[in-house]
């Protein structure tokens, strides 16, 4: 009978670079952030705890979605059955967060929507400890654990950190849509952005400093036919 994870060692895990240890350590890192959350008093802390949950947890899924779940279609036999019940937990989290994210802080509704959240997270927690991840355990080797914690672990550092609605659930099309989407989310994080801004202001540093890459790079195509133009004339004249 499949074990869940959350009671095995590291080793038996398949090591610290198995998906497995690496699915356990991002639904630890997300409990404890969500517990912060709880027991911190409104205001900036509390703020900065919830925003560290979201953008764990939608970079997270985000590379489960991609790299995980199709693996697990492919070598759990009932692995469609088991990833569209997470797929929906996914979904559901993703809209309560899109409504967190436009109501104001301190609000009852958010608080609310928040409560409901955590707790969708930690049954997908639940569900995937218990059910999911160890089916994969059991249908795959240490070797290729081991090769789909990398890939999932390339995926989940470049991966959207908030919710969308444009995003399917499933590879090729997250794929497409999430490349445009994590370039906006990441600069909105780097540049503390509020969520709830047009998103003209995340744009706009990136489209600057690309402007400024264009125009350098054609100030130094310029300069350079100019100085070669330059070394010519030098040349047929000394001639």
């Given at each position: ?8 060692t590291?080793e ?5 670079d198995?998906?497995?240890a690496r699915?356990?350590r991002d639904?630890r ?5 969500m517990d ?12 900065r ?11 997270h899924?985000?590379?489960e ?12 036999p009932?692995?469609?059955?088991l ?8 979904q559901?989290?993703?809209d309560l967060?899109?409504?967190i ?6 609000s009852?509704?958010?608080?609310d929507?928040?409560?409901r959240?955590f707790?969708?997270i930690?049954e997908?927690i ?21 090769r ?11 991966a959207p950190t908030?919710?969308?609605p444009?995003?399917?659930r ?10 445009p989407?994590?370039v906006?989310?990441r600069?909105r994080?780097a540049?503390?952005?509020?969520p709830?801004?047009?998103p003209?202001k995340?744009l706009a ?5 690309l ?8 100030w ?10 330059s070394?010519?004339?030098?040349h047929d004249?000394?001639?």
């Open positions: 009978m499949a074990r869940t994870i959350a009671q095995q590291e038996q895990l398949g090591g610290a198995s998906v497995l699915q356990r639904h890192e997300m409990t404890r952030l912060l959350y709880r027991r911190t008093a409104p205001g900036e802390d509390a703020e705890a919830l925003k560290d949950v979201v953008q764990l947890v939608f970079s899924a985000f590379a979605e991609s790299v995980l779940w199709p693996a697990v279609r492919r070598s759990v009932d692995g469609e059955e990833t569209s019940r997470v797929e929906e937990e996914h559901q989290i993703n967060v899109a409504d994210e436009r109501l104001a802080p301190g009852p509704e958010r608080e929507r928040i409560a959240a707790a969708l930690e997908d639940r569900d995937e400890e218990d059910l999911l991840l160890p089916r994969l355990q059991e249908a795959v080797d240490t070797a290729a654990q081991r789909l914690g990398a890939a999932w672990e390339a995926v989940r550092r470049t908030h919710p969308h444009v995003i399917p499933r590879p090729p099309g997250n794929a497409v849509a999430g490349v989407l994590s906006y989310d600069t994080d540049l503390g952005i509020s709830s801004a047009p003209w995340a540093v990136p489209g600057a400093l402007a400024a890459v264009v125009l350098a790079a054609a130094r195509r310029r300069h350079q036919t100019v100085s070669g133009s070394s010519r004339s030098s004249r000394a001639a």
